[in-house]
């Protein structure tokens, strides 16, 4: 009864302004936010596979090589100022130091009667920057075991599509790669010893041959000269490959770094800031909507202002009378959602065919979620509203 005393004063021409407005606002915030999780997902899974929507990337910086570093009149090494000077960057989450082999490395391997020998360069680099979960990444000298290894993707790669295709040998997938032991033998300052190996993962993220810490210690003490070197390669952690202020320091202190990393943030960077404009302009949207909704529902309370008095007076409680406006803002609300979660659809079909891979469902669910948010918050301000009015009238 109470439902249709009220519905007489209802205007279908202000709902349905409030409802379109609405849509706009919500589809534009959902696809939007769709948009950014597809395409964040794309470039995290080029990076390698981090999690986060815009994630940390890593960059490995060196110094250029020019005549002075060939004839021995310059160094390629960084200073400890240098280091230090990185270290202070506020984009700089983390910094570590490639530390080099200082002696003779050669390894050999037989594989189904082939022997192979060849000479190996060795680096090791803080474990935090490693990429590869290995539970052995150690390395004790008092009981040296396997010395663990890790090795670049692009490695393997070259070797089963270009060397070993070439030679007539077998290609090795990973798994098999890493059941083979190797033979290391390490020599320098009058001393040779051969340490029994195992490739143990495959990083995406360094372009060296990469063993323990431990082990580069120990070794260099060993067979290498004692003379401490400066490290001549660098590894960042940035929470923002993106910012303008990394390529502005590395180019004024001549450095370099691989400029697809580079690229790729200065993707995600332009990105994020798209998708914030964009967000914005939809939740503005929204924004002045609400305020369309709140002027129809005050305007329909004032118009109805005589038939809730006689509703008081015959007992019915204010949250009693407040249900049918509950009511109209709920159905309201829900099918906007509804719709523009259909719109959301509809507009990601666009792109996500021309993305390589397969998207997961979360940025189904981002999207979703950032809607069904802003739907919530919208229609409990008006409850609160709705009811706060119903109390001051009566």
């Given at each position: 009864m109470i439902r249709r005393l009220l519905r007489k004063n209802i205007s279908i021409a202000q709902i349905a302004g409030y409802a379109l407005a609405n849509l706009l606002g919500l589809a534009i915030v959902m696809t939007a936010v769709r948009f950014y999780a597809d395409v964040s997902e794309t470039i995290s899974a080029d990076a390698g596979g981090n999690s986060g929507l815009i994630p940390a990337d890593y960059l490995v910086v060196s110094k250029p090589v020019s005549l002075l570093n060939t004839i021995g009149a310059r160094s390629s090494g960084f200073s400890d100022e240098e280091i230090a000077g990185l270290r202070s960057q506020p984009w700089a989450?983390?910094?570590?130091?490639?530390?080099?082999?200082?002696?003779?490395?050669?390894?050999?391997?037989?594989?189904?009667?082939?022997?192979?020998?060849?000479?190996?360069?060795?680096?090791?680099?803080?474990?935090?920057?490693?990429?590869?979960?290995?539970?052995?990444?150690?390395?004790?000298?008092?009981?040296?075991?396997?010395?663990?290894?890790?090795?670049?993707?692009?490695?393997?790669?070259?070797?089963?599509?270009?060397?070993?295709?070439?030679?007539?040998?077998?290609?090795?997938?990973?798994?098999t790669i890493s059941s083979v032991p190797l033979m290391l033998t390490a020599s320098g300052a009058g001393r040779s010893d051969s340490f029994r190996a195992r490739i143990v993962g495959f990083s995406s993220r360094l372009n060296t041959i990469a063993v323990p810490s431990d082990f580069i210690a120990w070794a260099n003490a060993r067979y290498g000269s004692g003379a401490a070197g400066k490290p001549s390669r660098l590894i960042l952690k940035v929470d923002n490959p993106g910012d303008p202020a990394i390529a502005s320091y590395l180019r004024q202190c001549g450095y370099e770094t691989a400029s697809d990393r580079l690229d790729r943030g200065r993707a995600g960077y332009l990105l994020t800031v798209f998708t914030v404009v964009v967000c914005s302009v939809g939740a503005v949207i929204c924004l002045l909507s609400f305020f369309i909704l709140m002027l129809a529902v005050t305007l329909l309370m004032q118009k109805s202002r005589t038939t809730l008095h006689w509703l008081m007076l015959l007992g019915y409680a204010p949250a009693k009378v407040a249900r049918s406006y509950y009511r109209l803002v709920g159905v309201v609300n829900g099918g906007v959602f509804v719709v523009a979660a259909l719109c959301m659809a509809g507009a990601s079909s666009l792109w996500t065919g021309a993305l390589p891979g397969k998207a997961g469902a979360w940025p189904v669910l981002a999207s979703l979620g950032a809607g069904l948010c802003l739907t919530a918050i919208i229609t409990l301000v008006n409850f609160y509203v709705i009811r706060r009015y119903l109390h001051r009238l009566f």
């Open positions: 989450a983390a910094v570590g130091a490639f530390e080099a082999a200082d002696f003779n490395v050669s390894a050999s391997i037989d594989f189904q009667g082939r022997g192979m020998h060849t000479f190996l360069f060795l680096e090791a680099i803080p474990d935090e920057f490693i990429d590869v979960d290995s539970r052995n990444w150690s390395f004790n000298p008092d009981a040296p075991g396997e010395v663990p290894i890790i090795i670049p993707k692009d490695y393997l790669a070259l070797y089963n599509f270009g060397f070993a295709a070439g030679r007539g040998l077998p290609q090795l997938s990973e798994s």
